[in-house]
Antibody
Framework: QLQLQESGPGLVKPSETLSLTCTVSGGSISSSSYYWAWIRQPPGKGLEWIGSIYYSGSTYYNPSLNSRVTISLDTSRNQFSLKLSSVPAADTAVYYC?????????????WGQGTLVTVSS | QSALTQPPSASGSPGQSVTISCTGTSSDVGGYNYVSWYQQHPGKAPKLMIYEVSKRPSGVPDRFSGSKSGNTASLTVSGLQAEDEADYYCSSYAGSNNFVFGTGTKVTVL
């Protein structure tokens, strides 16, 4: 059974860089069949797609976050990571990692449990 | 890209049906048959319930069904059960390898 687990600091200071890692078990992130995504949810609010990465390293980002987002792969550790720079308080959210079957289909079929990141001084 | 519009809330009694709408534009919902629906219980990760407008992943009850007309997609939950009480989100492909989610609908089982 595929499992995803987010990890990283729960508290980040404003203007600094938020860094999270998603560890995938029960399957390989090097599979050509899937894309790997980051999605976030501010407290009490809706979901927002941040971006996705393919096993080849191709990345796709939400245009509203494009200038601040970097998603990368570490195939040796079966992990993928998110970096979000120059964070304001509005980036406080539960961050989820997820798997999708395509770059054009929002079929996020496996999700991590989510990790709350608070942006505060 | 703007969030897709969903009603904030919907409700029904056990055994009844509830339908949730998800309105976008011709650049997202109306332009592609790539709409998904997610169920989210409090404190939990979302769960994929419908993909590509009307397809159900393995294990999702056939009480859940999806459809689309023009720029509006819909999720219908028939035979409401207590465990269906949750937040529901739609999501659509928005072109150029981008995705957009809906504003979310809280379904209450009366």
């Amino acid at each position: 059974q595929l499992q995803l687990q987010e990890s990283g600091p729960g508290l980040v200071k404003p203007s600094e860089t938020l860094s999270l890692t998603c560890t995938v078990s029960g399957g390989s992130i090097s599979s050509s069949s899937y894309y790997w995504a980051w999605i976030r949810q501010p407290p009490g609010k809706g979901l927002e797609w941040i971006g996705s990465i393919y096993y080849s390293g191709s990345t796709y980002y939400n245009p509203s976050l494009n200038s601040r987002v970097t998603i990368s792969l570490d195939t040796s550790r079966n992990q993928f990571s998110l970096k979000l720079s120059s964070v304001p308080a509005a980036d406080t959210a539960v961050y989820y990692c997820a798997r999708a079957s395509s770059s054009s289909r929002p079929n996020f079929d496996y999700w991590g449990q989510g990790t709350l990141v608070t942006v505060s001084s | 890209q703007s969030a897709l519009t969903q009603p904030p809330s919907a409700s029904g009694s056990p055994g009844q049906s509830v339908t949730i709408s998800c309105t976008g534009t011709s650049s997202d919902v109306g332009g592609y048959n790539y709409v998904s629906w997610y169920q989210q219980h409090p404190g939990k990760a979302p769960k994929l319930m419908i993909y590509e407008v009307s397809k159900r992943p393995s294990g999702v009850p056939d009480r859940f069904s999806g459809s689309k007309s023009g720029n509006t997609a819909s999720l219908t939950v028939s035979g409401l059960q207590a465990e269906d009480e949750a937040d529901y989100y739609c999501s659509s492909y928005a072109g150029s390898n981008n995705f957009v989610f809906g504003t979310g609908t809280k379904v209450t089982v009366l």
